[in-house]
């Protein structure tokens, strides 16, 4: 192992820029740091301490994966006053969960059930938590933040608000494939100023900055904290800007944040 990464970067007090990357090379999945167009293979877990390696990819050369394995997928509503209407700010950020069996890797297709009818993009801001937390404060929270990447809460929005609609959104909000995630885990940037953009066949149809967020993300992670512990891994999607239209088979849906890159995938019927 050429050598190890700092103490300061695994705990969240470094400045600098770092993009983490998880990924798989033949039948090997590791985590590794993207620097242009290679990423550096590491050792360990990405949430205490990394080694770093000697072995280098081209990013053609792997296939990269959701950047992390969360234990569990928290979402924010109702984020954005742009994704309002005409109904009223929330006092409280409004959370619901996703499974984790929704998850999806960047570049690998949304799959639309076959009795679905309405399922829309809604691309976001995705914090990652690095540390437990319970019982945070919002200025506490800003270390609990490992760091930051692109999300795409897709949902059916007829289960959702539709006449027939679930008692929970178990399936609008977490059917298999609705939480592409990715493609990095960025570090160092500051993150209540990105510009968000969300593209569907190349024409831009979200666009709005993370400055505009009703609730930012310490009040997320904090307010979050009083009820329920967070550990390593978690992720929060933060909310999603405007209004949405539906997909369909042969679309390709891309969420691009400032700093932190392109979330691509492809829309297939199931």
């Known amino acids: 192992m050429a ?8 705990q969240g007090q470094s400045h600098k820029v770092a993009r983490y990357v998880r990924f798989r090379r033949g039948s090997v999945v590791s985590y590794g740091l993207l620097e242009g167009d290679r990423v550096r293979e590491l050792s360990g877990e990405l949430f205490s301490l990394l080694g770093q390696t000697d072995n280098t990819y081209r990013l053609d050369q792997v296939q990269l994966l959701c950047p992390c394995k969360p234990p569990k997928i928290i979402a924010v509503g109702l984020n954005y006053r742009s994704h309002l209407g005409d109904r009223p700010a929330p006092k409280n950020p409004e959370i619901f969960y996703k499974p984790v069996s929704a998850l999806q890797d960047p570049g690998r ?5 076959k009795d679905a009818r309405n399922v829309h993009y809604e691309g976001e801001l995705v914090i990652v938590i690095g540390r437990r937390a319970r019982n945070v404060t919002p200025q506490q929270a800003k270390e609990v933040i490992f760091g930051v990447t692109c999300g795409n809460d897709v949902s059916e929005r007829d289960w959702q608000n539709g006449p027939d609609k679930d008692l929970q959104w178990w399936r609008a909000k977490g059917a ?3 939480a592409p995630l990715g493609p990095a885990i960025v570090r160092g940037i500051d993150y209540g100023n990105l510009l968000l953009q969300t593209r569907v066949n190349g024409k831009v149809v979200q666009k709005q900055s993370t400055s505009d967020l009703i609730f930012d993300c310490p009040t997320i992670v904090s307010f979050l904290s009083r009820y329920i512990t967070l550990v390593p891994g978690d992720v929060i999607y933060t909310g999603t ?6 997909l369909k088979p042969g679309d390709v849906v891309e969420v691009e944040i400032e700093h932190i890159g392109v979330l691509r995938n492809p829309v297939v019927a199931g």
Not at 3 to 10: E, K, M, P, Q, R
Not at 109 to 113: F, T, W, Y
Not at 241 to 246: L, N, R, S, W
């Open 109 to 113: 297709p949304i799959v639309i059930p």
């Open 3 to 10: 050598g190890v990464l700092s103490t300061a970067i695994a």
């Open 241 to 246: 800007p405007g209004a949405t239209t539906a």
């Open 176 to 178: 298999d494939t609705f």
